[in-house]
């Protein structure tokens, strides 16, 4: 159940990349004293939260026959299997084997647990492989820890690879076409020239010659969790406070679906704050949805096989230095 | 809207950020203040004037004052 060292460059660049963190779902989808079952990394985990908040996540697996512990008991610091109430810690270790007291089993780790932090309101997850179970350094995005802005999570399920959703985001000029019906993106250039900028964190992909109209840069930032910064313009109707910002990241949950997470953020303090989120909780999440349906139609429809018969303009630099990267990830990351 | 923590695949829900069906009194003011946004501008004495001159009122039919609309805001967008 732990990812393995010995899959192929192909498994993970289909499920995912190891490694490093990822947002797996919202920290409400877990109630105090909850569980919940998740697929991440083409793999069964299991989210499990004691009454005081604390939250654990093991490997959706119990040690003893292989029985998905998700449809076991929660015992408040443990979790007890349905099949034949064999006990298991937020730590992976089996705390008691009721069947069999003083069985060899009982105080030995034997179920994977994955680092987790809460971030913004979503759980993130070091996936570690078998040779790096402990978690590298995460630094998490900066707009979600500025005290001079403000954000609301948006979490939707699509079934597309998760490699398509990341390459929607680092696809800025379909702003102008999927979104020209939209209340944001209607406005600006339908062509453009864009560069690639290096960054010590990854890389801008921004238009040479239109800035603050549309969806006119994206910056793609690996920090220990892979996430995109972007920026689009609101009209006069949102209030004052200037463009939102879009913190975006992928939960790859297999080869064919993906978790996306958009905090969507405001450099907005005061009064202007508050009726920012006072017009967002009322009209504007509504009109932001609409939008992300628009990226999640066309996303579905795409065919499997979409990224094997292409054929790329410069428009598409971004989307392919995207791709080399994380195919050159999934070919270290492999056996 | 789907139970988010026993929900089914896939989750997509359109308002994450509601605690509750927004109101008439609220949808009003919101509809008004994205008019007044517009065309009056973003300065808080600008908002205060356009909304007193759309007559949409604070919930007691009073005329908004800036302290008022500021404790309005701050309790509607918590
Ligand atoms: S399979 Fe879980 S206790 Fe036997
Ligand atoms: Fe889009």
Known sequence: MTLSTSATADHIYANGLRNQWHAVVPSRFVAPGGMRKVTALGEQWLLFRRSDGTLAMLADRCPHRGAPLSLGKHLGDRVACWYHGVEVETDGTVSSVPGLPGCNLEGKKLVTSLPVREVSGAILAWFGDEEHPEPAELTLPDPLTDPEADAFLCYAEWDVPWRFAMENLLDPMHGAFLHHDSHTMFDGDTTAKFRIRETDRGYFFEKTDQRGVNFDWVELCRTGVDWVDLSIPYPPSAGPGGPFGIVGMACPVDAGRTGVFFWRYRRVQGWQRDAWRFLYKTLIEKRHWDVLEQDRVMLEAMPADADQRENLYQHDLGVVRLRRLYRTAAEAQSA | ?78
């Open chain 2, 1 to 78: 809207m789907t139970d988010p923590v026993n929900g089914a695949w896939p989750y997509l829900d359109v308002h994450q950020s509601r605690t509750h069906e927004p109101t008439p009194y609220e949808y009003k003011l919101a509809a008004t203040l994205e008019e007044v946004f517009t065309h009056e501008g973003h300065e808080l004495a600008d908002v205060v004037r356009g909304l007193n001159a759309r007559q949409v009122h604070a919930a007691d039919g009073a005329p908004w004052t800036e302290e008022s609309f500021r404790a309005e805001m701050n309790r509607l967008g918590a």
